[in-house]
């Protein structure tokens, strides 16, 4: 990168993008680093290069070019597939953890619907403490009801744009 006949006042100076800390550079060069691994829960493909043009002044482009780096995408081809990203945990560990979530809310809604059945359906456990406890449960019942029609939705709409870019 560095001849050894340059001044180092005459050098593109070390500098922080907030992504990529680029060294010094002759002018005139274009300076190729790897891509980044990770930037903001984000995993990229390493083999690719970022790039930044030193100008003749001495000063580097205003911009780093990222085009070419590019995130990694799990496939949805195969459910038995297990991607390991440079050193990272298996994706599947994050769908075993949102399905947990999943089955989760689901067992909470059935098990709010059976209590507040017993409650309503048996006359003799009426009383103002019980009546307290069935607008708790309703209340449970509808929040947890929503954050599964929510949840749902956000992912069959994720799976059609997934299958949309023919991932």
């Excluded at 995408?73 to 038995?80: F, N, Q, R």
């Excluded at 067992?107 to 507040?116: E, Q, T």
Aim: aromatic share 8%.
């Amino acid at each position: 990168m560095l001849s050894r006949g340059h001044n180092l006042s005459s050098l593109c100076s070390v500098t922080w993008d907030r992504v990529t800390c680029w060294p010094f550079a002759s002018p005139g060069t274009t300076v190729h680093l790897p891509c980044m691994r990770e930037l903001n829960g984000v995993f990229y493909d390493q083999r690719d290069n970022v790039s930044r043009f030193c100008q003749s002044d001495g000063t580097w482009e205003p911009r780093s070019n990222y085009s070419a780096c590019q995130p990694i995408v799990p496939s949805l081809h195969s459910t038995t597939d297990r991607i390991i990203m440079g050193g990272m945990r298996d994706v599947t560990l994050s769908e075993n953890l949102a399905t947990l979530h999943l089955l989760g809310y689901a067992v909470s809604v059935a098990v709010l619907g059976i209590g507040l059945f017993i409650f309503i359906r048996f006359k003799d456990l009426r009383c103002v403490r019980n009546t307290i406890h069935i607008h708790l449960m309703l209340t449970y019942l509808l929040l947890d009801t929503c954050w599964l029609l929510a949840a749902t939705s956000q992912l069959s709409r994720l799976l059609m744009n997934l299958k949309h870019c023919n991932l």
